[in-house]
């Protein structure tokens, strides 16, 4: 099968169109035919490998965690999927070797859900990572709840995007960062006051229209931004990050109130977000889409850490 592969760590360079064997998927996997692949920071993250301590990782290597596809062949013991149903994943595995940037992917089961019915197989493929992270550090982690404001740094990224959306529903008053070409982007999205990080010290311009502090403060850019959130906080508020572990870490042996999140697949959750796009309370908003030939301008582009919402490599 045609995929885009490393064989090696290193630069964008690495990355070349490669033959591989199609995957067969055992018990309680699927094989998925795959139609869109999403692309996330961490997928350059895995190709420099700046992960490999972390997670086992194995050569040749196909990058990619997010997936929209059909199912080709299921495994035994499936019964939740038959081929040919649309589905859409987050696809992290034990081992980093066999990911989305691929003619077919093989995964558990019980880690796909329903595409959305109301969306393209691009615009799926851009949401389950992204969305999940938004949903799991919310919901799960900081237990948002209606009536509460918090801010959400970095709000028009992949992750920030989903999350504005998502608190917006939940009822609270979102407070977001971003710069200036962004601001109408994420006021479509739900955010109440949008903060332009470049020109305006963040912590003091929230403390001085809100003094009583956020609630929650979500962190999707690390540095200064999470190390200036606890300044933000009400007493026993809440910060979470999805980019720094280590700084994360001591601030909560500070006793900040921190907690970091690394996403967990989750197909309940999919199901959720799958009834919100359908519902039209969830949208996506794509960068770029691209051919899978072209992985390595859309690494390019996921780099400068600067793209709206999302990118996508598609493979018809
Ligand atoms: N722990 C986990 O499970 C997990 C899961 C997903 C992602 N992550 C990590 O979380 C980070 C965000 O992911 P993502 O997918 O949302 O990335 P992304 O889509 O590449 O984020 C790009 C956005 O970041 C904004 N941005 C850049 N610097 C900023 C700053 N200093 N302040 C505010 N906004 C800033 C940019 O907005 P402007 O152009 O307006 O500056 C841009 O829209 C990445 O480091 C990623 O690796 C972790």
Redesign the pocket.
Known sequence: MRTIAITQFGGREQLKQMELPQPEPGPGEVLIRVKAAGV???DW?IREGWLKDLVPHQFPLVPGWDVAGTVEEIGQDVDSFQPGDNVYAYARKPIVQAGCYAEYVVLEARHAARKPTSCSFPEAASIP??AL?AYQALFDTAKLCRGEQILI?????????FAVQLAHHAGATVWA???A??HAYVKTLGAREIID??SADVAQVVKGKHPAGMDVVFD??????LTTSPDVLTSGGRLVS??DPIACGQLADNGVNAQ????EPNAPQLDDLRMRVEQGSLKTELAAVLPLAEAARAHEM?ES??????IVLTLD
């Open positions: 996330n920071p961490v993250k990572l992204a992270t740094h970095a709000a028009a990224g992949g992750v920030g995007g960062t971003a710069s070409p962004n990080y470049r999707c850019v690390g540095g200064k931004a999805i980019v970091f999140v690394f996403v996921i850490q600067h793209t709206r919402g999302k």
